[in-house]
C-alpha cells in the first residue's frame, strides 16, 4: 500500500486537479485507490460528483481517530472502477482549531488509517492512498503528511511556486526529523506549463536545475478542457478522453506506477 | 482611513497579485497606503523586494497585539511612494497554533491597528490598509477579516473559485454576526481573465448574474508580465507600464477611489 499526499502550501497549482485525476487513471489502471479529501473545500470531493454525507467522511476519521466504514464511498459514476473516496465538507473548517490544540492533533489521519474498516462496499485494503492537501500550512496539510509514505509536489511554472517549493521541502525536512522520519518526497510536478509562454519555460529549467531528479519527465499542459471537467463534476478521463489534460495525465500516471514497479 | 482584506480561501486567486498591485497604484494616486502580509508564504512581502527583518513585521504586531516601529517599512524602490509595508516571513506559521489556541486569538490585528505608532518615517495615519490573506480559512484570514472595514475577494473565473465565493460569503457572514458587526463587501474583481477562452466568459456571466452589483466593471486580464513582474520583485507599474495588467490594474484603482469619493 503506497500513501501519498498530494500536497503544496501555496495555492491553486494543480493539487486537487492531480489528485483526482491520478486517482481516477491509477484505477483505470486496475489498482484499488482511495482518494481522502482533507481540505474543507472539498473541490476534490465535488469535482469527482461524491455524495457528502456530514459528518461522515474525513470529519468523523480525524474527530475518532478511527474510519466509520460510512466514511468511505465508492466513485459511483463507473461502478467498474474500484476507486473510493473520503469525502470532506465545509464543517471540516470547525475541527482546525481543536486540532491545532490538541499536542497529537497532527497524527489523527496517521492513526485512523492504521486500521481501515473491513465492510461490504469498502475495500479490505488499497494499493494507493492519495490524500488532497488545502494550501497554507496547518493541521490538515499536517495529518496528511504524517500520515503519508510520500509527498508528490505539483508546482505551477511560475516565481511564487518556485519560492514556495523551498520552504515546502524545509516543512518535509522537518516532519522527517520528528514525526514520520521515513517520509521521501514521491516526485515534482510542473503544472498548467502553457509551452508558448516564454516565462514558464524558464521557471521550469530553473525547477528542473535544482530538483533535476526529483521531476516527473511528465508536464502537465495547460488545458482549460480540465477546469471545465471541474464543472461537470467528472475527472477528465470522462469529460474529454481526447484532451491534452487526459494524455498529460495518463502519461503521469504510467510514469509514477512505472517508478513503482520492480525492474 | 479605509481598512481592506483581500480575501479568499481559494487559492491562487490572484489575492497578492491584486493586494501588491492595488498598493502601488492607490499610492501613485497620492493616497497614503499601508499594506500588511499576513501570509507566511510573504509573496507580497517578496513581490515588492521588502527587506525582512524577523521578528519584526507581521509576526512582531500579532505576537504583541501593537506594532512597534521597526515592524513598518517604507517601500523603497520609489522614495515619493506614500506606500509602506508591514513585511511577513515563514516563521509567521509559527504563530498559527498559539493564536488558533487562544479565545482572542483572532483580534490581534484589530487591537495592534488601533494603535499604530507615531514614529519618524512611518505615516501617522493611512488613508488605506491594505491586508493580503493566506488561502484557506484560519487564525491569518481570521485576523484581517475582524480587523478589516470591508473584504475585497478577487475570484478567477473557474468552477472551484465561484464555489469557494458562497463558502467565502458565509464566513463574512458569520464573521458579521460575531466579532466584526460593520464589516462589508468591498467588491468582487473577476481575475486572469482570458477573453479567448469560452469558460471563463460563462463563468464570468454565472458570477455576475449572482453578485451583479458586488462586480466591479474592471477585469483583471490574464497577462503573464504580471507573473514575470513577481520573479523581478517589481510591481507590474515598474516592471512594465505599458502591459495589460498595469491598464487593468489602473483602471480597478480609478474604480475603487471612485467608489470612495463622494459625489
Ligand atoms: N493543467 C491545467 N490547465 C488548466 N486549468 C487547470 C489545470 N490544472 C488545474 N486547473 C484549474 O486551475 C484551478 C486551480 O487548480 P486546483 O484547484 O487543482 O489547484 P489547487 O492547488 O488544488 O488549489 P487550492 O490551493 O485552492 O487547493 C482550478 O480551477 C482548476 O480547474
Ligand atoms: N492576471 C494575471 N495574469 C497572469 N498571471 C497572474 C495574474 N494574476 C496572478 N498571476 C500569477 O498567478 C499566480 C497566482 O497568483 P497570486 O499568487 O497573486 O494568487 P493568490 O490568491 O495570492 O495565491 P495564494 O492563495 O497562494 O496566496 C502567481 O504566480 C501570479 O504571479
Ligand atoms: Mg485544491
Ligand atoms: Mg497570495
Redesign the pocket.
Known amino acids: 500500500m503506497k500513501t501519498i499526499a498530494i500536497a503544496?502550501q501555496k495555492?491553486?497549482?494543480?493539487?486537487?486537479?492531480t489528485a483526482a485525476n491520478l486517482a481516477y487513471f491509477i484505477a483505470l489502471a486496475g489498482q484499488r485507490v482511495l482518494l481522502i479529501d482533507i481540505?474543507p473545500?472539498a473541490?476534490a470531493t465535488s469535482c469527482l460528483n461524491i455524495a457528502v454525507n456530514p459528518p461522515f467522511g474525513t470529519y468523523q476519521a480525524l474527530m475518532d481517530g478511527q474510519v466509520r466504514p460510512e466514511s468511505i464511498t465508492g466513485y459511483n459514476s463507473n461502478a467498474n472502477l474500484k476507486l473510493w473516496v473520503m469525502p470532506s465538507y465545509q464543517g471540516l473548517a470547525n475541527l482546525q482549531n481543536k486540532l491545532a490544540g490538541e499536542p497529537a492533533g497532527g497524527l489523527r489521519l496517521k492513526s485512523a488509517l492504521e486500521n481501515l474498516p473491513k465492510t461490504k462496499g469498502v475495500a479490505s485494503s488499497y494499493d494507493y492512498i492519495l490524500i488532497d492537501c488545502?494550501?497554507s500550512s496547518g493541521v490538515f496539510p499536517d495529518n496528511a503528511l504524517n500520515a503519508a509514505q510520500s509527498a508528490l509536489i505539483?508546482i505551477q511554472c511560475e516565481y511564487f511556486a518556485m519560492e514556495g517549493l523551498s520552504q515546502l521541502l524545509n516543512l518535509i525536512e522537518q516532519i522527517k526529523g520528528s514525526t514520520n522520519p521515513s517520509i521521501f518526497i514521491e516526485g515534482i510536478i510542473l503544472?498548467?506549463y502553457n509551452a508558448d509562454v516564454q516565462f514558464n519555460k524558464e521557471v521550469a529549467d530553473e525547477i528542473r536545475k535544482h530538483f533535476g531528479q526529483l521531476c516527473y519527465k511528465t508536464v502537465?499542459?495547460?488545458?482549460?478542457a480540465?477546469?471545465e471537467a471541474?464543472s461537470h463534476a467528472l475527472p477528465i478521463g470522462e469529460y474529454d478522453i481526447t484532451s491534452i489534460?487526459t494524455m498529460s495525465y495518463v502519461e503521469l500516471t504510467r510514469e509514477i506506477l512505472g517508478r513503482h514497479t520492480p525492474k
Do not use: C, E, F, S
Open positions: 503544496n495555492g491553486g497549482v494543480g493539487k486537487t486537479t481540505d473545500q473541490n488545502p494550501p505539483p503544472t498548467m502537465i499542459y495547460r488545458d482549460v480540465l477546469a471541474t489534460g
